[in-house]
C-alpha cells in the first residue's frame, strides 16, 4: 500500500516578525515556491518574505493535514510560537529533508 505525506508547516520570515500557516504533499517543491515568491506582493507570503521553515507535522491523510491547518490558523501568535518551540526551542529555521 502507498503511504501519502502530506505536511502542515509554519514559515517566517528572517526578522521572525510575520508567521504563515500552510499545508502541502511535497514540502521541498512548496518550500522553494515561497522561496521564488519573495517579495511579490500578490501572495501573503511573498509580501512578507516568508520563506523560512520553523515547524512541520507530516500526516498520511489529507484531510487531517487540512483540519489541522484549519486549527493552527486559529491559535494567536503566542501559541503559535509556543507550538514552535515545542519542537523547535530555539527557533532555527529547519532544512527541508526530502
Sequence with gaps: MKSH???VYI??????TV?????????A??????????????????????YKLLYSERYTYIQHAIEREKELKLLSREQKM??????NPYLLFLKVND
Design 82 to 87: 509556543e507550538l514552535i518551540k515545542s519542537g
Design 29 to 50: 517543491v512548496r518550500s522553494e515556491q515561497h522561496r521564488e515568491n519573495r517579495g511579490k506582493p500578490e501572495t501573503f507570503a511573498g509580501r512578507y518574505y516568508c
Design 11 to 16: 514559515i517566517s520570515n528572517p526578522g521572525k
Design 19 to 27: 508567521l504563515y500557516v500552510g499545508v502541502t504533499n511535497d514540502l
Design 5 to 7: 505525506n502530506y505536511f
